[in-house]
Protein backbone atom coordinates (compact mmCIF):
# COMPACT_ATOMS: atom_id res chain seq x y z
CA UNK A 1 0.00 0.00 0.00
CA UNK A 2 1.37 3.07 -0.94
CA UNK A 3 0.72 6.09 1.31
CA UNK A 4 -0.14 9.41 -0.34
CA UNK A 5 1.30 12.18 1.10
CA UNK A 6 -0.27 15.79 -0.04
CA UNK A 7 2.60 18.86 0.00
CA UNK A 8 0.83 21.59 2.27
CA UNK A 9 1.89 25.29 1.91
CA UNK A 10 1.60 26.89 4.94
CA UNK A 11 1.75 30.69 4.80
CA UNK A 12 1.78 32.35 7.95
CA UNK A 13 0.28 35.96 7.62
CA UNK A 14 1.00 37.65 10.67
CA UNK A 15 -1.17 40.92 11.10
CA UNK A 16 -0.44 43.63 13.60
CA UNK A 17 -2.79 41.54 15.99
CA UNK A 18 -1.31 38.70 15.47
CA UNK A 19 2.12 40.52 16.55
CA UNK A 20 0.85 42.12 19.52
CA UNK A 21 -0.72 38.58 20.69
CA UNK A 22 2.68 37.26 20.31
CA UNK A 23 4.61 39.61 22.22
CA UNK A 24 1.98 39.68 24.36
CA UNK A 25 2.62 35.98 25.51
CA UNK A 26 6.11 36.34 25.47
CA UNK A 27 6.29 39.15 27.90
CA UNK A 28 3.44 37.19 30.14
CA UNK A 29 5.79 34.02 29.87
CA UNK A 30 8.71 35.95 30.84
CA UNK A 31 6.55 37.51 34.08
CA UNK A 32 5.96 34.07 35.09
CA UNK A 33 9.51 32.79 35.36
CA UNK A 34 11.43 36.03 35.91
CA UNK A 35 12.60 36.71 39.80
CA UNK A 36 10.67 39.94 42.02
CA UNK A 37 12.92 43.02 40.95
CA UNK A 38 12.68 44.19 44.22
CA UNK A 39 13.78 40.88 46.74
CA UNK A 40 15.33 37.61 46.37
CA UNK A 41 13.50 36.42 48.72
CA UNK A 42 9.88 36.32 49.91
CA UNK A 43 9.55 39.71 51.20
CA UNK A 44 6.64 39.11 53.20
CA UNK A 45 5.49 37.30 56.85
CA UNK A 46 1.99 36.26 57.25
CA UNK A 47 -0.15 37.19 60.15
CA UNK A 48 -0.08 33.51 61.55
CA UNK A 49 3.70 33.42 60.85
CA UNK A 50 4.02 36.53 62.64
CA UNK A 51 2.33 35.71 65.78
CA UNK A 52 3.77 32.57 66.13
CA UNK A 53 7.45 34.70 66.48
CA UNK A 54 5.86 37.13 68.75
CA UNK A 55 4.27 34.03 70.90
CA UNK A 56 7.71 32.29 70.48
CA UNK A 57 9.56 35.51 71.86
CA UNK A 58 11.97 36.12 68.70
CA UNK A 59 15.21 38.16 69.53
CA UNK A 60 15.74 41.09 67.90
CA UNK A 61 12.63 41.35 66.68
CA UNK A 62 11.27 45.36 66.09
CA UNK A 63 7.82 45.78 64.58
CA UNK A 64 7.33 49.11 63.04
CA UNK A 65 3.81 50.35 62.96
CA UNK A 66 3.76 52.94 60.52
CA UNK A 67 0.08 53.88 60.64
CA UNK A 68 -1.09 57.32 62.45
CA UNK A 69 -0.95 58.00 66.23
CA UNK A 70 -4.45 57.69 66.61
CA UNK A 71 -4.61 54.46 64.55
CA UNK A 72 -1.80 53.23 66.81
CA UNK A 73 -3.49 54.58 69.69
CA UNK A 74 -7.03 52.93 69.28
CA UNK A 75 -4.98 49.52 68.61
CA UNK A 76 -1.61 48.65 67.77
CA UNK A 77 0.27 44.79 67.43
CA UNK A 78 1.81 44.06 71.13
CA UNK A 79 5.88 45.24 71.61
CA UNK A 80 5.27 47.78 68.15
CA UNK A 81 6.96 51.25 67.97
CA UNK A 82 4.74 53.40 65.85
CA UNK A 83 6.75 55.54 63.63
CA UNK A 84 5.48 56.96 60.21
CA UNK A 85 6.78 56.84 56.90
CA UNK A 86 8.58 59.87 56.55
CA UNK A 87 9.91 59.76 60.09
CA UNK A 88 12.11 56.04 59.16
CA UNK A 89 15.54 57.86 58.26
CA UNK A 90 15.87 58.65 61.54
CA UNK A 91 15.40 55.17 62.78
CA UNK A 92 18.20 53.53 64.38
CA UNK A 93 17.85 50.21 63.71
CA UNK A 94 20.83 46.96 63.79
CA UNK A 95 21.24 45.27 60.45
CA UNK A 96 20.71 41.74 62.78
CA UNK A 97 17.06 42.69 63.80
CA UNK A 98 14.11 41.08 61.93
CA UNK A 99 12.64 44.21 61.21
CA UNK A 100 8.60 44.00 60.55
CA UNK A 101 6.63 46.85 59.07
CA UNK A 102 2.78 46.91 59.24
CA UNK A 103 0.06 49.54 57.85
CA UNK A 104 -3.51 49.97 57.45
CA UNK A 105 -2.57 49.14 53.54
CA UNK A 106 0.28 47.17 52.34
CA UNK A 107 1.77 49.38 50.17
CA UNK A 108 3.62 51.63 52.94
CA UNK A 109 5.24 48.94 54.53
CA UNK A 110 6.50 47.22 51.31
CA UNK A 111 7.39 50.69 50.46
CA UNK A 112 9.49 50.48 53.98
CA UNK A 113 10.49 47.20 53.66
CA UNK A 114 11.84 47.96 50.06
CA UNK A 115 13.58 50.92 51.30
CA UNK A 116 15.70 49.15 54.38
CA UNK A 117 15.93 46.04 51.69
CA UNK A 118 17.74 48.36 49.71
CA UNK A 119 20.43 49.61 52.60
CA UNK A 120 21.49 46.09 53.30
CA UNK A 121 18.99 44.89 55.99
CA UNK A 122 18.92 41.23 54.83
CA UNK A 123 16.12 40.18 57.37
CA UNK A 124 13.24 43.01 56.55
CA UNK A 125 9.76 41.93 55.87
CA UNK A 126 5.96 43.50 55.63
CA UNK A 127 2.88 42.06 57.54
CA UNK A 128 0.69 40.71 54.93
CA UNK A 129 -2.72 41.92 54.80
CA UNK A 130 -1.18 44.68 57.32
CA UNK A 131 -3.37 45.05 60.32
CA UNK A 132 -6.63 44.02 58.80
CA UNK A 133 -5.00 41.10 57.99
CA UNK A 134 -3.86 40.77 61.45
CA UNK A 135 -6.96 41.68 62.87
CA UNK A 136 -8.78 38.99 60.60
CA UNK A 137 -6.25 35.65 60.93
CA UNK A 138 -4.95 36.42 64.40
CA UNK A 139 -7.23 38.45 66.24
CA UNK A 140 -10.42 37.08 65.41
CA UNK A 141 -10.46 33.87 63.39
CA UNK A 142 -13.72 32.53 61.87
CA UNK A 143 -15.09 29.16 61.94
CA UNK A 144 -17.23 28.37 59.29
CA UNK A 145 -20.40 26.50 59.90
CA UNK A 146 -19.85 23.59 57.45
CA UNK A 147 -16.03 23.80 58.60
CA UNK A 148 -14.71 19.68 58.44
CA UNK A 149 -13.57 18.12 61.29
CA UNK A 150 -9.74 19.06 60.31
CA UNK A 151 -10.58 22.47 59.98
CA UNK A 152 -12.17 22.36 63.19
CA UNK A 153 -8.76 20.71 65.02
CA UNK A 154 -7.06 23.15 63.05
CA UNK A 155 -9.42 26.23 64.72
CA UNK A 156 -8.72 25.05 67.92
CA UNK A 157 -5.11 26.14 67.36
CA UNK A 158 -5.91 29.64 65.92
CA UNK A 159 -8.59 29.80 69.67
CA UNK A 160 -5.48 29.53 71.42
CA UNK A 161 -3.00 32.11 69.35
CA UNK A 162 -6.24 34.55 69.36
CA UNK A 163 -6.86 34.63 72.94
CA UNK A 164 -3.10 34.83 73.92
CA UNK A 165 -3.46 38.20 72.10
CA UNK A 166 -6.56 39.08 73.55
CA UNK A 167 -8.85 38.33 70.30
CA UNK A 168 -12.32 36.94 70.54
CA UNK A 169 -12.11 33.78 67.78
CA UNK A 170 -15.86 33.58 66.40
CA UNK A 171 -17.77 30.83 65.00
CA UNK A 172 -19.70 31.96 61.85
CA UNK A 173 -23.08 33.19 62.75
CA UNK A 174 -22.19 34.77 66.37
CA UNK A 175 -22.60 38.18 66.12
CA UNK A 176 -20.41 39.10 68.61
CA UNK A 177 -19.05 42.60 68.97
CA UNK A 178 -15.30 42.93 68.29
CA UNK A 179 -13.00 44.63 71.58
CA UNK A 180 -9.73 45.16 70.99
CA UNK A 181 -7.45 44.37 73.73
CA UNK A 182 -4.51 42.86 75.18
CA UNK A 183 -4.16 39.80 77.39
CA UNK A 184 -1.67 37.61 76.13
CA UNK A 185 1.34 39.86 76.30
Given at each position: MVG??????FKLKLTSNKVFAI???????????????FSSKQSFITPEQFADSLI???????????????????????????INLPG???????KNDMIVFYSGRDNDSKTAQYEFEKKGFKNVYFLKGGIDGWMNKVIFPVLLQNASETEKKEFE?????????????????DNTKKVYRREGC
Open positions: IYRKVDIAILLAAFALIAENPARKQNLKIIDLRSAEGFRKYHIPTSSNLGSVSLSKLERRSMYFGGQPEREG
